[in-house]
């Protein structure tokens, strides 16, 4: 098991609204009144974690998003920063155990 596979993600509830323009996610975060447009990989794993009913772990969105199989250690960073801005952002968090 590796130290991604631990922590599940979910998108912030009842915070966003969004709507796809042009393969890209415009979404805004109505507790921060804050609007971001997302890049492609971006909008793919807000919108993975939107549609997860019990979030995602950063393998499972490697697998299942982007059909990483056995995803590299370069790819998983990436993923796990993407996370880590969407939390900043206010965009997604990990859910509480």
């Given at each position: 098991m590796t130290q991604w596979s631990v922590v599940r993600w979910?998108?912030?509830?009842?915070a966003l609204v969004?709507?796809?323009w042009e393969g890209q996610l415009v979404v805004r975060?109505?507790?921060s009144g804050?609007?971001?447009l997302?890049?492609?990989?971006?909008?793919?794993?807000?919108?993975g974690l939107i549609g997860s009913e019990h979030g995602l772990e950063i393998a499972e969105i490697a697998s299942?998003?982007?059909?990483?199989?056995?995803?590299?250690?370069?790819?998983?960073?990436?993923?796990?920063?993407?996370?880590?801005?969407?939390?900043?952002?206010?965009?997604?968090?990990?859910?509480?155990?």
């Open positions: 979910q998108a912030a509830r009842g969004w709507r796809e975060n109505a507790r804050s609007t971001h997302l890049s492609p990989s971006g909008t793919k794993v807000l919108l299942q998003l982007f059909e990483l199989r056995d995803g590299g250690t370069e790819e998983m960073a990436g993923l796990e920063a993407l996370l880590a801005e969407f939390e900043k952002l206010g965009l997604a968090e990990p859910e509480c155990a």
